[in-house]
């Protein structure tokens, strides 16, 4: 494995505010997922994010309001917009360096709060 | 649909006890995978588990791929165990990892 970063790692936002979370890997990954998880909840994917490609989004989930950017295989970026306090979640950003066991590994995550 | 269940959802145990947490899945898997939330939510690989048994210290997992279903074993539990466990599943057909619901555990002294 390597080593997975986000930034910021917590953040209080004012509705109608955007943030974007930085997903920074130590190699180069071919994917990329980035997961919201609701207060006392699991895990949902948001997005599959590959280099040189739109993002896919899951049910559920539009490019208007979680804008993705992967400009490279190491870097990713995922934008709240527009936020209300139904945004307030933590949001990780994983990646799976072997495709062949599809092991994923998850950053620190990004624990957002809109007031 | 596919589906991850998890049991039981909270388990409350005394410092130096045992516990079982069990992961149903409803079809054939390309992989699965147990990860530990910490109280500060960051999500700890525990095992790559899509077929067999692996033990890692006092933690150790068996997968039942023909059976669908997987188990975590915890033995001589500490407070450092406390937190969220969670089974995550790739079933098979290119389909995203799919998170069941978790088991909250909390290990008291």
């Known amino acids: 494995s390597a080593v997975i970063s986000q930034k910021p790692s917590r953040d209080i936002c004012q509705r109608g505010t955007s943030l974007t979370i930085q997903c920074q890997v130590d190699s180069q990954v071919t994917m990329m997922f980035w997961y919201r998880q609701q207060p006392g909840q699991s895990l949902t994917l948001i997005a599959t994010a590959n280099q040189g490609s739109e993002a896919t989004y899951e049910s559920g989930f539009v490019i208007d309001k979680f804008p993705i950017s992967r400009p490279n295989l190491t870097f990713s970026t995922l934008t709240v917009s527009n936020m209300s306090p139904e945004d307030s979640s933590i949001y990780l950003c994983?990646?799976?360096?072997?495709?062949?066991?599809?092991?994923?590994?998850f950053g620190p995550g990004t624990r957002l709060t809109v007031l | 649909g596919i589906q991850v269940e998890q049991s039981p959802p909270d388990l409350i145990l005394q410092e130096g006890a045992n516990s079982t947490l069990r992961c149903n899945f409803s079809d054939s898997v390309n992989n699965l995978q147990w990860f530990h939330q910490n109280p500060w939510g960051q999500l700890i690989n525990l095992f790559y588990i899509p077929s067999g048994t692996k033990q890692n210290g006092r933690l150790s997992a068996t997968t039942v791929a023909t059976e669908r279903y997987s188990l975590l074993y915890i033995s001589s539990s500490q407070t450092t165990d406390s937190g969220v466990y969670f089974c995550a599943v790739l079933f098979s057909g290119n389909t995203p990892l799919v998170f069941g619901k978790g088991t909250r555990l909390s290990v008291i002294a």
């Open positions: 994983s990646v799976d360096f072997n495709g062949v066991t599809d092991t994923q590994y």
